[in-house]
């Protein structure tokens, strides 16, 4: 499956495959290799031979992104707040909406990060709908985090 991550406010676009692990109706697990170089997030890394099992949703305002070593340790999570995916048959497509929320192996740490980016986009001024599902997805979050739900239920 192509997986596209779209992050209009640096005019990026982020392009890789991955194999497809589940699938509902709203939702679908990829695991893709971390194909990029060693980074340091404070709370978890990223680094050359990390896998990650990736789950996107096409009716919550996030995905999840579970990182494993080489070992297939668990790391922590990196949790992208994002418009709905757009799934088919082959492809995602991901809007990033540049918050980020990033969860230590043991759900101890959570650090809320780009928020800079995120004020800067001005959705509270230009989309408030999407302003406000941004801020009730970190919220959301938060609470699946803590309850330890699935996916943040694996060790």
Partial sequence: ??????????????????????????????????RGGVVNLG????????????????????????LRGPDGRLKGWYCNITRPARISADAIESEDLELDLIVSRDRAQLCLEDED????????VNEPEAYTEALAAVEELRGLIALGAQPFDRP
Avoid: Q
């Fill in 1 to 34: 499956m192509i997986i596209r991550l779209i992050k209009p406010i640096k005019g990026i676009v982020v392009t890789y495959e991955g194999e497809v692990l589940a699938r509902t109706a709203t939702s679908v697990t990829i695991r893709a290799p971390w």
């Fill in 43 to 66: 709370v978890i890394a990223f680094s050359p031979g990390d896998t990650l099992v990736e789950h996107f949703y096409s009716d919550r305002w996030y995905n999840i992104f579970e």
């Fill in 117 to 124: 980016e995120f004020a800067a986009r001005r959705l509270d």
